[in-house]
């Protein structure tokens, strides 16, 4: 989503880095370029004249960094105000003592409000909560049995009847009570456009629930109009955050970037995909890294956790930095890069990528032809590529239903790729990164066992 942003901010910095010493004159100077770009993102007026003012009284008449070159001083101060505009620190989600905890979730028609409701059920499955879906959206035609199907494939019930909003939310309520559920998720009806009909239902429908978080679900792809249409729904409910869908569109952004200083409400959960696993919790310093064009390790690392078992990663980890990783484990890690989402979200979270790489359009059916080639290859040739001769690219391509040109450039990459990961292993603040995220995978393992006891 910030892809023209990012490029721009990389231009910005380059300039800089280039500079023995920083001038108020070229303060300024990268300011209008930083403001311009902020602007033509979409971000709110407001917003940007006082992200720019804050980061000029940090730059000029400041002691800075003696660590820092003038250059890195500027990253670092727009990276901080970067992490503050979009919220901070990652809203963590408390529950209540008496369950359920309820959740309501408010928006117009077409920001993806019922699907945001099953990826939140099943997020919460994945928490080890029970939650229990509440279809109080009567409006829009199918919408309560688009949410059975949504709840089906998370595993989550779903309660509606044919009734009118305000009952139907305060029996899925009872209801929850009832079966025991921890979590109740309240789904209602939205309009095309803010409406006094829209605004007293779903305020009637909090006055029946009280739910202890009111999230507003908006599009990113509608730019500022989120953000005016997050202001009329918070003087209506008094929302508790914002969840942002379609952050892996082609929007400039403003939406994400504005949101929370304009209604100060913070982004909690952002959807990057159609599949319910794409959905997480919004973490403001890695976007504002990603934004940086530094990558998002972290996520990227925590992705993998999920589909991969962590003795594998770890074996695979110490074989990528040996410089024996062979193409049988290239083959089977590509397996399970496929479980972790689509490959253009996964390339804006590897650090160091170059701008003409970062940008690429990435096919995801690109890697049958590399599948395919592979599996010609005999168990030997996998393990040891070296022995693979003309005779042997041959007789793979027409395996494959390849060219020998396209075996060779498999190859040719896949030796670039070996050097390429084991020098990023090596890099500076990265390996930092690794182990506080390996740490607290091997937290998360050892509680594990401990409940399995």
Do not use: C
């Not at 101060?77 to 809203?91: F, P, Q, T």
């Amino acid at each position: 989503m910030f892809e023209s942003l990012t490029d721009r901010f990389d231009g910005i910095f380059t300039r800089l880095r280039g500079k023995g010493r920083l001038s108020e004159a070229d303060v300024d100077e990268a300011l209008r370029e930083i403001r311009l770009a902020l602007l033509q993102a979409d971000v709110n007026l407001r917003v940007v004249r006082d992200f720019v003012t804050r980061v000029r009284d940090q730059l000029v008449g400041a002691d800075l960094s003696a660590s820092l070159t003038p250059g890195q001083q500027v990253v670092k101060v727009v990276h901080d105000e970067l992490r503050a505009i979009l919220g901070g620190e990652a809203l963590r989600i408390t529950f209540a003592p008496r369950p359920p905890t309820v959740i309501l979730l408010a928006g117009l028609q077409g920001a993806g409000k019922t699907t945001t409701a099953g990826k939140l059920a099943a997020w919460f499955r994945k928490q080890g909560r029970q939650p229990l879906l509440v279809g109080a959206d009567l409006q829009r035609p199918a919408a309560v049995e688009q949410l059975r199907i949504l709840g089906a494939e998370a595993g989550v019930p779903v309660f509606s009847e044919a009734s009118d909003p305000v009952t139907v939310a305060s029996r899925g309520l009872d209801e929850a009570r009832r079966l025991g559920k921890d979590v109740l998720i309240v789904d209602t009806a939205g309009r095309l456009s803010i409406d006094a009909e829209l605004m007293d239902e779903v305020r009637r429908v909090s006055e029946v629930t009280d739910p202890h978080y009111t999230f507003l679900v908006i599009d990113a792809m509608t730019g500022q109009d989120a953000v005016s249409t997050a202001e009329a729904f918070h003087k209506t409910l008094a929302l508790d955050g914002v969840i942002i869908t379609k952050i892996d569109g082609d929007a400039r952004g403003g939406a994400a970037l504005s949101v929370k200083e304009v209604v100060g409400r913070p982004i909690v959960f952002a959807s990057t995909g159609e599949k319910q696993s794409d959905f997480d919790l919004f973490h403001p310093d890695r976007m504002a890294d990603r934004i940086l064009g530094m990558g998002d390790v972290l996520s990227l690392i925590e992705k993998a956790e999920a589909v991969v078992d962590q003795a594998e990663a770890e074996r695979a980890m110490s074989r990528l930095q040996e410089g024996s990783f062979t193409l049988e484990d290239f083959l089977e890690q590509m397996q399970q890069l496929k479980k972790m989402g689509p490959l253009s979200g996964l390339v804006g979270m590897i650090p160091g990528l170059p701008k003409e790489i970062r940008n690429a359009e990435v096919d995801d059916d690109a890697m049958k032809p590399i599948e395919a080639i592979i599996h010609s290859m005999t168990p030997e040739e996998r393990r040891n590529p070296g022995i693979i001769n003309g005779s042997r690219r041959s007789r793979i391509a027409r395996g494959s239903g390849t060219t020998t040109a396209e075996v060779n450039g498999l190859l040719d990459r896949f030796k670039q790729m070996q050097s390429y990961m084991k020098g990023l292993s090596n890099l500076p603040g990265i390996g930092r990164r690794m182990s506080k995220a390996t740490a607290k995978s091997g937290r998360k393992s050892n509680k594990k066992k401990k409940r399995g006891r």
